[in-house]
């Protein structure tokens, strides 16, 4: 079953910590799928600022601070 992206080509991120993130996660997922199992938890929160930390758990920790202006809209 393939599915439409999430994110129209012209909202797809291009730089920034989010393109870090994604960039990561993906990484994530088909090394995951190469092993043949895995299993990645994601949490974000906000802090001072408007900030996200966004953290993927997968072995070991991933951090990005996301600025508020890089948050896609």
Request: net charge positive; charged share 25%.
């Amino acid at each position: 079953m393939v599915e439409a992206p999430i994110a129209s080509s012209s909202q797809r991120i291009s730089h920034g910590q989010v393109r870090e993130a994604l960039d990561r996660l993906e990484g994530l997922v088909v090394e995951g799928l190469k092993h043949g199992f895995f299993e990645y938890s994601i949490g974000c929160e906000i802090a001072n600022g408007g900030k996200r930390h966004l953290v993927i758990r997968a072995g070991k920790s991933h951090k990005f601070t996301i600025p508020e202006n890089e948050v896609p809209r």
